[in-house]
């Protein structure tokens, strides 16, 4: 994988955007200092390469979801085919492959405790390769940052 080398513009636009997605192009070409045209070819760059996306966020709580949790898993056997397996979930938002007590982490976002329980047991731990779950429940989601990358 390429590593993206990000100059002090783009970084600068990088930050602005993830203060503000929405913001105009205008806007961020006075705030970075160059024409609006090409800011806008700055972003569009960013965005095919993959540096960067412009997404909505949401807070669960506020759409009916009652419950978050991280669960870590213990694998046997292929890592990848069980993250994938994971990762088919609807409800799964977040796997990743790690090192250290689980070979996997998946987030979870559940309508309420019987929810999650029925994912645990139909869903996640019939998954060939699934050896130990571990549920840690959210009780208060207290830092959520994406501005990572620009500094």
């Known amino acids: ?3 993206a080398v990000l100059d002090e513009t783009k970084k600068r636009i990088i930050e602005q955007l ?3 997605g929405r913001m105009s192009y205008a806007a961020l070409a ?3 200092g160059l024409s609006e045209a090409a800011v806008r070819q700055r972003v569009q760059r960013l965005l095919e390469a993959g540096v960067m996306q412009i997404v909505a966020v949401t807070d669960p709580l ?3 979801f009652a419950r978050q949790v991280m669960i ?3 694998v046997v056997g292929d890592l990848r085919t069980v993250a994938e397996a994971l990762a088919a979930i609807p409800e799964v938002d977040y796997v990743v492959i790690c090192a250290g007590g689980y070979d996997l982490l ?3 976002v559940c309508i309420d405790d019987d929810h999650l329980l029925r994912l645990l047991n139909d869903a996640i731990r019939p998954i060939p390769g699934v050896r130990t779950t571990e549920t840690f429940v959210y009780l208060k989601l207290t830092k ?3 501005a990572w990358g620009t500094r």
């Open 1 to 3: 994988m390429a590593v």
């Open 18 to 20: 993830q203060r503000d």
């Open 30 to 32: 006075k705030i970075v």
């Open 62 to 64: 506020t759409l009916g």
């Open 72 to 74: 870590g898993l213990k």
């Open 106 to 108: 998946a987030e979870l």
């Open 144 to 146: 959520q940052t994406y």
